[in-house]
């Protein structure tokens, strides 16, 4: 049989000073990762923040995409469509067949002569 021998109240001092500083060092480690967890580098606010960005991105990239798919349909009606290329003739670079007359009206001289026009 083994018999303790008594270590006396400078160990029970010292095994508690460790005990205690040992549950301050836990929760100073438990308030730091709680604090990195929301304020760190890659914390909740800046998931949060990346998480609306990614949605705004993919918002943009599926108005891009539509926009796209349109434009696709644009080029084949006007490789495939004598009217639209004709009509677009006409309306970008003012294009006009034999015997049209074309008027064409400045509106800083309609303006000028509704003021003259006015008393």
Not at 8 to 13: A, E, K, M, T
Not at 86 to 96: F, I, S
């Amino acid at each position: 049989m083994i018999i303790k021998q008594n270590r006396g109240r400078q160990w029970l001092d010292w095994q508690r000073r460790m005990g205690v500083v040992a549950q301050v060092a836990g929760m100073g480690a438990c308030l730091w990762l709680l604090v990195t967890l929301f304020f760190g580098e890659m914390g909740l606010l800046r998931y949060v923040a990346m998480r609306n960005y990614s949605g705004q991105l993919e918002r943009d990239l599926s108005a891009l995409r539509t926009e796209t798919a349109s434009l696709r349909k644009d080029i084949v009606r006007l490789q495939q469509d004598p009217a639209k290329l004709e009509q677009l003739a006409r309306e970008r670079l003012g294009y006009v067949r034999k015997g049209e007359t074309v008027y064409q009206l400045n509106s800083d001289a309609v303006d000028t002569q509704e003021r003259r026009s006015k008393p």
